[in-house]
């Protein structure tokens, strides 16, 4: 039994998501799906590969993951299927899969898609779908497509660093409203350097110490701690930091809008002292 996962940014007010799921039990009946999550807001790579890297790595080894991510950023010519830390990662080539793996894949094979098809979801999913059954039928991974292919590449996100400060981005907004930063406690403690710290954000708004759970602060008070993907979050005990405090998930597009007018924050920043 292959255990296969779906994440998107599809939303589920319609049909789409089922359709999906049925297409690809019409391929194989013995796939086993579990949804990661359909909600990622659109074209925002940043939080997709946040949620799909944290999510991908507590699988069983040899899992198949469907990334369904701004299929149609450009008129897709291939697909693509990458072998990474003996997981399978099949999403579109436009530059997420860079950003969701953390270096090379070992292997990424291009899928290549039919010139004469209307290239939308249900097809492109029939098209992993079929690789996907083709190797739990014992193809070899480097029949499926076309191997060592070209593919775009995308920058990760990363905090920026100075001797004395890092500064990270908000990549993640929970349904607790809890606020993600894309500060890991490894980049953390090796930016600290054993000294105290003052975390900073909108202005006036200062934590100097780390929690190990919300309840480490009393119920509507601030706090600092490192969730269980390794990241720095930002949180109210039983509040919701996000709305209360003016903080917004970084994308390119409300990346812009904060320029022109700063009426929200996107980043937060890290003292040393």
Known sequence: ????????????????????KGQLLSINPNFSLVDISHQLSPFNYPQAAYVIRNAVKNF???????????????????????YYNNQYIFCA???????????KPEMVIGLPLDKTAIKNTIYCTSVIGNAIN?????????????????????????????????????????????????????????????????????????????SETY???????KLALFNSGGYLEVAINKGNAAGLFGLQGFSEQSQNQYLQNRLFYQTVKVFFE
């Open 1 to 20: 039994m292959a255990f296969v996962t779906l994440t998107s940014d599809i939303g589920s007010q319609d049909y789409l998501v089922g359709a999906i």
């Open 60 to 82: 069983p080894d040899f899992t198949y993951h469907i990334v369904l991510v701004n299929l149609f950023e450009k008129k897709p010519e291939q697909l693509l299927l990458a």
């Open 93 to 103: 080539d436009n530059g997420l899969l860079s950003m969701i793996v953390e270096g």
């Open 134 to 210: 083709d190797m739990q039928n014992g193809k070899a991974l480097q029949d499926i497509g076309m191997p060592d292919v070209s593919y775009l590449e995308k920058n990760h996100l990363k905090p920026l660093l100075g001797d004395d400060w890092i500064e990270g981005q908000i990549i993640f907004i929970d349904h607790f409203e809890n606020v993600t930063v894309n500060i890991t406690r490894n980049e953390f403690e090796e930016q600290r350097k054993g000294r105290s710290f003052r975390l900073v954000f909108k202005r006036d708004e200062v934590i100097d110490k780390i």
């Open 215 to 221: 309840a480490d602060v009393p119920e509507g008070e």
